[in-house]
């Protein structure tokens, strides 16, 4: 069964093109394409939608907005695609629930790769957005030191794009205690997302 992908972008040129490069793949299905966030929030809760791929910079209602209600209220997993790498649009995404971030000048095969491995439930951030994502080394040590050994060993497998099911066959432990633990590392850490989990541990 092909994974169902919603583009909202803004650009009939860009929409176009991007449904050529991703239907080359068989896993792939682009199930629609929105022309603005109203567009894509009002979609993905009436359809089943399994990716959206979200520009920021769009009229009406923008990508970072649409994020925060798509996930709010569907299943469906947002990665942004966009030439925006601006700090405020990266955090408020990530902090809004979108489980990616990339940049319109990557190469085709990174983009699908990108759209499987979201749809997988890896994170996925590229190094130019990370770069805009600072930590202090020093509150990273310290709170990594206020985590639970076992805690501390879910962290590195999620920096590793683990799922759950993959933490809980790794670490011989139930997926509902994978889930008791980052509910509490969010919680230590002071993050909001899974996502924001595997960027902690990753920069530097």
């Not at 959206?52 to 209220?73: C, K, Q, S």
């Not at 206020?146 to 590793?160: D, K």
């Not at 933490?167 to 633990?181: D, H, M, Q, R």
């Amino acid at each position: 069964m092909a994974i169902n992908i919603l583009l909202a972008d803004d650009d009939r040129l860009i929409t176009e093109s991007l449904k050529m490069i991703i239907e080359q793949d068989g896993r792939l299905n682009v199930a629609a394409i929105a022309n603005n966030g109203r567009e894509a929030i009002d979609y993905c809760r009436s359809n089943s939608i399994d990716v959206a791929l979200m520009d920021i910079r769009m009229p009406e209602i923008n990508g970072v907005e649409a994020t925060r209600e798509i996930t709010a209220d569907t299943d469906t997993k947002v990665l942004v695609l966009t030439t925006f790498d601006e700090d405020e649009y990266i955090k408020k995404s990530f902090e809004y629930g979108a489980k990616g971030y990339l940049l319109k000048n990557n190469p085709p095969d990174m983009i699908i790769n990108a759209i499987i491995s979201v749809y997988y439930g890896n994170s996925v951030v590229q190094g130019e957005v990370m770069e805009k994502l600072s930590f202090s080394s020093d509150d990273k040590k310290q709170k990594l030191i206020n985590l639970t050994e076992r805690e501390r060993e879910i962290v590195i497998e999620i920096a590793g794009g683990a799922t759950n099911k993959d933490i809980a066959n790794k670490l011989f432990i139930s997926e509902g205690t994978v889930k008791n633990n980052i509910t509490n590392i969010l919680s230590k850490l002071s993050l909001r997302h899974r996502t924001e989990i595997a960027i902690f541990y990753l920069k530097d």
